[in-house]
């Protein structure tokens, strides 16, 4: 039986079973224990499902008994009160809006106005009436109650004289049996970088172990349902706006996709998911609730987990079956890719790369659907209901089976179309807009218009009118009582065990109680009923969890969204004997499963490997624009820039679209302080400036509209939005994404260099930091340890390029040890040390000096102090930095401030991640005197001066410009300071024959033994521009050179362009984003670092430009092919020339306009094929 026939077969609607009379507390126990707790069957799952339709045709089972809690501080006139407030009947007699219009009596005039009453809205004397509706197989009369109100008052007035809790002793006859209600995924952190489960996710299904699927992420807040009975809830609540909100929305999608019949639908699905103890868990997307990244044009949910809870550890389903599932009960779907080779699934990973920068729905689905193997569009589109701006991706390892469970479901469960489109009545933000007063006030409309036939409960809501808000003391006494009884079955026993040790481990968690109103006729003094929430207050807990796992490979995952009830009572002896034999269930639970399962036939670390992808248009919303406003308003712009600098480089994002994005920003923030004033904007509604000022901006440039995504259709809601007392974010992503860097791994003895490999040490430093010194040092010791040369090239000696000097004297000396004696500043040098090491096969050694730095800088004043006072001493300096030189200063906070922007944790960090060790050169005393207020403040005039002047002059010497005499005039103000502040500046610096015994040390350390060299497949940052194969520069470099041999033409061509010299790097391109797509540029993601033969064989040149001709080679058979028409080399372009005239050679070629030189034998060259 396929996946979709089990599912099918599980769908007959179930009768609705009649009224329920109580029988013996030991009868109603034992039906709640067996029903809820799911004790007496251990039947697959697939199996009960099959066999769900047959069995309810032949017993229709008992209603257990309503269970019921009490507060020992509630009056019972408080709840009294409170529940004839929210009345689901209007008793007097008013017309509430909401209702659908096919409840409204014949003749309805057109011309009236549309004021129709609640489903279930009673009028005149009666309590009760009642409507005839089909489910099942016949009429069943369906009471619309105005009686349960009273009920449930008159059963608190009477229960809540007596203290129950607090007299509730726990003995040997005190059991506990517990019920999951509700609950989302577990969250898993994942510890290893993203990088590495990208690897872990091509390598699993390039094996044929698993599928990558991928699904859209709407910009939403989580949502869970279990029936009427079973409850509503939002990720660490219920009963409150955010759950009456969803209620409403999932109600409505059952009008909008069954028509006539929704009533009969709702009816026969709240049954279903109470019977089969199921809950199904949503994405609730609506402008009512507060703004995320783009206000959505309708309020819609999306299906995104159905879980089974009555049957031990809950059970997720599949996607392919959360789709049969869906489509039976015609509820909105999630759009779903899935990649089943390993040239889909690295096409996926490179055409997000490509995307992740400028990326909307439109273009992002449009790829995916391009290169994956199966594309499942969702019943939502997300284009038309929520727009452009989308959140991200989740990528996640399924079945590998899952493609043909996929193509089996789509085939035997085809979509259904919604019923013809019926005046559906007031809308979501109708009603919210109705009703401004209070969040009170729009729970009841929403709860009225809902109806009876979907939310005929509405004690939930109660909780917190009726004073039943939890209490601390409470919590604990009801969580203290609840871990001392005993189990009744083995899911309270690994529920306890969860329990107890978050309890025990101290996590960051709280257990909420609260009183159960749905259980009002069972409670007494020996049987109580709570409903737990497992808030988990921080990601913390669950990596901590986790760990908690891997030595207890029996716990049970710890929830997102873990919603309990609970049963306290007392045992008889007949209980007894009933739960002695489920002690031998838990027994056998015990022995015969440890509580580990694979999860569709993964290990579970690859189960649990999972990927969020987030784009960039939607981070400058919500991280950058909305998060940052508490910084911007409170702390002001400088300290927003920090921020918000500090996040783009947290997320990788290119050089360009941080410049381009810190332009608009600061224009924001001038924006809206002067528009808002001192009063901060709220974040709730911060779209309601956002976008007018983005869609505005958006319009000025093409590049303009690149950064910002998509702006304006734009959507008001403060006429609608929700009212949410306290201010509370039930999904809590209003909080600052953190803004920690990665923990710097420290140096081990494992992260250590192969002798047989070369070793390049150089400098991040700032002139002044003593790496000559240190240099010539370290060449006096004459070694680390082993007989490898030692050279050393220092840059102020040496004319024209530094680090290709450096770059040839590795080729000559592979196995040699480099002193690259020159300041390394930036990453642009970073990278070029890093294609040294992977094309001489060296390693990379950085040395820091040691410092605290400054939030945005890695090196502090004091140590930038030093500097100065050290350059200002040199006399005859080779590189002319010296005390006679006019601008020292100047000099040293040009390089200071190549580091601008770097935390020093940030700094240390990204050069650890990228050559995988760090050497720590000691600078200052950590005991010291502060820094003195004159040397400061010249410090603090000078940064000021330079920030002046590179915003109006850019890098034009300080000699020159607007502010060459305040230059002057700062320079001579520095050198008195500095020098009459001495003997202050050199009794803060550590001794120099001190920091080169500890540098000696640390790169001893680290030179002895075998070096772990940091990943080739490390992500580059920013987003994927062009596919090309990069090639060596020194091989194309010897090409040229032998050419020039061997003609005099290429000699007086290349000589007199100096095109060998000029030479700075190479590669073919194979597809670019803009010229040929992004599914062009993401197929080549099957060859990503794989190293490509191309053979030149041809030189084409004139007076403006020069390239090879190439002929691409083949990667395990297969052959790479280039999207450009002519596959060449650039190697060089006149001044002003782009390099994709390049291109036209060719062309010009045959029109005699350019000169060929045939290379015969074809030189041969080879490079791995990368992304830019």
Request: hydrophobic share 35%; aromatic share 8%; with cysteine.
């Amino acid at each position: 039986m396929s996946a979709a026939q089990r599912i099918l077969s599980a769908f007959s609607p179930p009768p609705l079973p009649g009224s329920f009379n109580r029988t013996s507390l030991l009868s109603a126990f034992f039906h709640y224990r067996s029903f809820v707790c799911g004790r007496h069957s251990v039947m697959p799952r697939n199996q009960m499902k099959a066999n769900h339709g047959r069995e309810q045709r032949r017993k229709q089972p008992s209603k257990p008994a309503k269970l019921c809690q009490i507060n020992s501080g509630l009056t019972s006139e408080a709840v009294t009160d409170s529940f004839g407030e929210l009345s689901i009947a209007e008793r007097d007699g008013a017309r509430s809006i909401g209702s659908p219009p096919w409840n409204q009596p014949p003749g309805h005039g057109q011309n009236k106005v549309f004021r129709a009453r609640a489903y279930g809205t009673a009028t005149g004397s009666s309590p009760v009436e009642s409507e005839s509706i089909t489910v099942g197989d016949g009429l069943v009369e369906r009471p619309r109650d105005t009686s349960s109100v009273q009920d449930i008052s008159v059963g608190l007035s009477r229960l809540f004289k007596e203290n129950y809790l607090e007299n509730f002793s726990v003995d040997n006859t005190t059991y506990t049996c517990t019920q999951i209600r509700a609950t989302f995924y577990p969250k898993f952190e994942n510890e290893k970088s993203d990088q590495e489960i990208r690897t872990r996710m091509i390598e699993m299904v390039s094996r044929g172990l698993a599928t990558l699927e991928v699904s859209l992420k709407h910009s939403g807040s989580l949502f869970m349902y279990a029936g009427h009975e079973g409850g509503a809830y939002a990720k660490n609540s219920f009963g409150n706006i955010y759950t009456a909100v969803g209620t409403f929305v999932l109600g409505r999608m059952f009008r909008e996709s069954w028509g006539r019949e929704a009533e009969k639908k709702q009816l026969e699905f709240n049954k279903y998911l109470e019977q089969n103890r199921m809950c199904i868990s949503m994405e609730l997307v609506t402008a009512v609730l507060g703004d995320h990244g783009q206000r959505p044009k309708e309020d819609y949910v999306v299906v995104t987990a159905v879980t089974e809870l009555g049957k031990g550890k809950p059970n997720f389903y599949s996607t392919p079956e959360i789709i049969a599932f869906c489509r039976k009960w015609r509820l909105p779907t999630n759009h779903v890719w899935l990649f089943s080779t390993r040239k889909s699934v690295t096409s996926f990973f490179a055409a997000f790369d490509a995307l992740c920068e400028e990326g909307t729905a439109t273009p992002v689905c449009k790829a995916l659907d391009e290169v994956a193997d199966i594309s499942v569009p969702g019943s939502k589109n997300h284009i038309e209901v929520q727009g452009e701006i989308l959140e991200g991706l989740v990528a996640r390892m399924v079945s590998h089976d899952s493609s043909r469970h996929m193509e089996e479901v789509l085939k035997e469960c085809p979509s259904s179309p919604n019923e013809a489109h019926l005046d559906l009545g007031p809308s979501l933000r109708d009603i919210c807009s109705a009703n401004r007063s209070d969040e009170k006030q729009q729970i009841k409309a929403l709860l009225n218009s809902v109806g009876t036939s979907f939310c005929p409960n509405l004690s939930d809501w109660h909780k917190n009118e009726s004073g039943d808000d939890h209490s601390r003391n409470a919590d604990r006494s009801v969580v203290s009582k609840y871990l001392q009884c005993r189990p009744a079955d083995y899911s309270t026993m690994k529920l306890q065990e969860m329990i107890r040790l978050m309890r025990e481990k101290r996590f960051p968690a709280a257990f909420k109680c609260y009183h159960n109103l749905h259980k009002i006729d069972s409670v007494s003094h020996d049987n109580l009923f709570y409903r737990m929430v497992i808030h988990v207050r921080s990601d913390s807990a669950f990596r901590r969890y986790q760990r908690e796992m891997r030595y207890k490979p029996g716990l049970w995952p710890l929830y997102r969204g873990f919603f309990v009830d609970i049963n306290l009572f007392k045992s008889n002896k007949e209980m007894a004997s009933e739960i002695s034999k489920s002690s031998q269930d838990i027994d056998e639970k015990i022995n015969g499963d440890n509580g580990t399962s694979s999860k569709e036939g993964l290990a579970d670390d690859d189960a649990n490997l999972m990927i969020k992808l987030k784009f960039l248009t939607y981070k400058l919303r919500t991280f950058l624009i909305r998060n940052g406003l508490s910084i911007l308003f409170k702390e002001g712009p400088a300290a927003y820039k920090t921020y918000y600098l500090r996040q783009m480089r947290s997320w990788g994002t290119s050089a360009g679209k941080q410049q381009q994005l810190s332009k608009m920003l600061d224009e924001w923030a001038t924006y809206i302080r002067r528009k808002c004033g001192n009063k901060q904007l709220s974040s709730s509604i911060y779209l309601s400036e956002a976008e007018p000022f983005l869609e505005q901006y958006a319009k000025r440039s093409a590049e303009n509209q690149a950064l910002i995504g998509s702006a304006g259709s734009f959507v008001r809601s403060e006429a609608f939005l929700a009212i949410v007392d306290g201010g509370r974010d039930e999904e809590g992503d209003l909080e600052r994404e953190l803004d920690v860097v990665p923990t710097s791994p420290s140096v081990s003895g494992q992260d250590s260099i192969t002798k047989t490999e070369g070793l390049i040490v150089f400098f991040p430093g700032i002139p002044g930091c003593a790496k000559s010194a240190l240099c010539k040092e370290l060449l006096s010791v004459g070694g680390f340890g082993d007989d490898r040369p030692v050279h050393t090239l220092m840059g102020d000696l040496i004319k024209g390029r530094y680090w290709q000097k450096v770059a040839d004297e590795r080729r000559r000396n592979p196995k040699s040890i480099m002193l690259a004696d020159k300041n390394a500043p930036n990453e642009e040098v970073w990278r070029q040390i890093e294609d040294m090491c992977r094309t001489t096969r060296a390693s990379a050694v950085p040395i820091v000096p040691d410092s605290e730095g400054t939030y945005s800088n890695p090196f502090s004043l004091d140590a930038l102090a030093v500097f100065m006072f050290r350059v200002l001493q040199r006399v005859n300096h080779p590189g002319n930095l010296d005390k006679a030189s006019p601008n020292a200063g100047y000099v040293l906070l040009m390089f200071y401030h190549l580091y601008e922007g770097k935390g020093r944790q940030e700094f240390e960090s990204e050069l650890i991640e990228r050559f995988g060790s760090l050497v720590k050169m000691p600078l200052l005393k950590s005991e010291r005197s502060p820094l003195p207020d004159s040397v400061r403040a010249v410090l603090e005039e000078g940064i000021d001066l330079y920030r002046l002047h590179t915003s109006r002059h850019g890098r034009l010497e300080s000699t020159k410009g607007t502010y060459a005499k305040e230059w002057t005039k700062w320079e001579k103000q520095l050198r008195e300071t500095l020098f009459s502040n001495s003997e202050f500046l050199n009794s803060i610096q550590v001794p120099f024959d001190f920091a080169v015994k500890q540098v000696s040390e640390q790169l001893n350390n680290i030179v002895s033994g075998e070096y772990i060299a940091p990943t080739p497949e490390k992500r580059k940052l920013g987003s994927i521009v062009f596919a090309a194969v990069s090639l060596p520069v020194s091989q194309i470099q010897d090409v040229l050179r032998n050419m020039a041999e061997k003609s005099p033409e290429v000699e007086a061509f290349l000589g007199q362009n100096n095109v060998v010299n000029n030479l700075e790097k190479a590669h073919v391109t194979l597809a670019h984003k803009r010229s040929h797509g992004v599914t062009a540029v993401a197929s080549y993601g099957v060859f990503l670092n794989r190293e490509v033969p191309i053979e030149l064989t041809s030189l084409l040149y004139n007076q403006k430009m020069a390239a090879f001709e190439a002929r691409l080679g083949s990667v395990d058979g297969e052959t790479v092919t280039s999207k450009n028409e002519w596959p060449h080399v650039t190697l060089w372009t006149a001044q002003g020339v782009p390099p994709k005239e390049a291109n036209t050679l060719p062309a010009l070629l045959a029109d005699g306009k350019a000169y060929r030189v045939e290379i015969d034998p074809p030189a041969t060259v080879s490079g791995p094929l990368v992304f830019f």
